[in-house]
């Protein structure tokens, strides 16, 4: 069975730093492309970042670039979001999920609540 595991959650202020991780379980970490995702409330859900299962490639979301970084350690499985210079409209569930490639996920986790505070 194939879980994915977010925690690192939390409120934090404006400005500040959280770092998230996500740990797998059931699949082998480097054969996937591993994906961020978020959904404030009354937003639909978007992509925050994804590093291909291909090439380790990472892709970020033009709201994110240059504050967001994601680093992975395959040996563990686990995959960090590094959250900098965070902002309100950073709040939101934050998820992690795997699949064949950045475009197709197939696997997630439940989520860890971020709250940015002013």
């Known amino acids: 069975e194939v879980q994915l595991v977010e925690s690192g959650g939390g409120l934090v202020q404006a400005g500040g730093s959280l770092r998230l991780s996500c740990k797998a379980s059931g699949l082998t970490f480097e054969h996937y492309a591993i994906g961020w995702f978020r959904q404030a409330p009354g937003k639909e859900r978007e992509g925050v970042s994804c590093i291909s299962g291909d090439d380790g490639s990472i892709n970020y979301a033009d709201s994110v670039k240059g504050r967001f970084t994601i680093s992975s350690d395959n040996a563990k499985n686990t995959m960090y979001p590094q959250m900098n210079s965070l902002k309100l409209e950073d709040t939101a569930v934050y998820y992690c999920?795997?699949?064949?490639?950045?475009?197709?996920?197939?696997?997630w986790g439940k989520g860890t609540q971020v709250t940015v505070s002013s």
């Open positions: 999920a795997a699949g064949p490639m950045c475009t197709i996920m197939g696997y």
